[in-house]
């Protein structure tokens, strides 16, 4: 479904991916880890395209090299960024009805808010609340609602657990896994190591703009370098 074929990239004037291979499969959760300022963030932005690159990135086959972010969005490929960056003054249904716009020429549009309310009821309680009102975890759950809506077949999400309190996690990293089931194919930057490893089929393991380390989840949870850098074990 995505390839990545020597890509190397600049974010804010620093070399942040060097030479870069990353291939993911239909209905695969793989994902991308390492420490902070590996590049894992820039990766996906890359493939947003929100970062400038060298190399290959296909997606379904067609290149998004040189493609804006919206025409990349309207292909099937949606970023939960990292912060989220809700519209925060906005009502939790406004948020939710804006991740539609792209299809505004659907008429089944808003089509996908059932699916999004079945996986976090929470925000079905909520939909007349100001998002800034809401706890970091419910903001997560609507910054992956809100993407939903766009109908992704590729959804990629930008270190879903930050600032979120354990419980919310396990329920954000538990939805991942239904969502996959639903046969939306999900490439996640996660700095909850062993939790991420736990929900991915494969992981690539990044470290100062390089894959060093590329298998299946469970391979490079076992790892013994991966052990010890990353889980202090």
């Known amino acids: 479904m995505l390839r990545l074929e020597g890509v190397s990239a600049s ?3 620093l070399k ?5 291979d990353v291939a993911v499969e239909a209905g695969e959760v793989v994902a991308v880890v390492g420490a902070n300022g590996a590049g894992k963030s820039t990766l996906l932005k890359t493939i947003a395209g929100q970062v400038a690159t060298e190399g290959t990135i296909t997606f379904e086959g067609q290149s998004l090299r040189r493609l804006a972010p919206h025409r990349i969005a309207r292909l099937g490929v949606a970023l939960v960024p990292e912060g989220r960056r809700l519209f925060p003054r906005l009502s939790v249904e406004d948020n939710l009805r ?4 792209a299809r505004r020429h659907d008429p089944d549009r808003f089509g996908p808010l059932d699916l ?5 009821p929470r925000l079905k309680e909520r939909l ?4 800034e009102t809401l706890s970091g975890g419910e903001q997560q759950m609507l ?5 939903l809506m766009t109908k992704p077949r590729l959804l ?4 879903p657990s930050q600032g979120i309190m354990p419980k919310l996690v396990d329920d954000i990293l538990a939805a991942v896994t239904r969502i996959r089931g639903l046969g939306v194919t999900v490439l996640i930057v996660e700095q909850r190591l062993a939790e991420a490893l736990a929900i991915a089929d494969r992981a690539y393991v990044l470290q100062t703009g390089r894959v060093v380390m590329s298998g299946p989840a469970a391979a490079v949870a076992a790892d013994a370098d991966v052990r010890r850098a990353y889980l202090g074990i």
């Open 11 to 13: 974010y804010r004037g």
């Open 16 to 20: 942040a991916l060097q030479g870069v």
């Open 98 to 101: 804006l991740g539609a716009y």
């Open 116 to 120: 999004v309310f079945e996986l976090f």
């Open 128 to 131: 007349a609340q100001r998002a």
């Open 143 to 147: 910054a992956i609602g809100r993407a």
């Open 156 to 159: 990629m999400l930008d270190e």
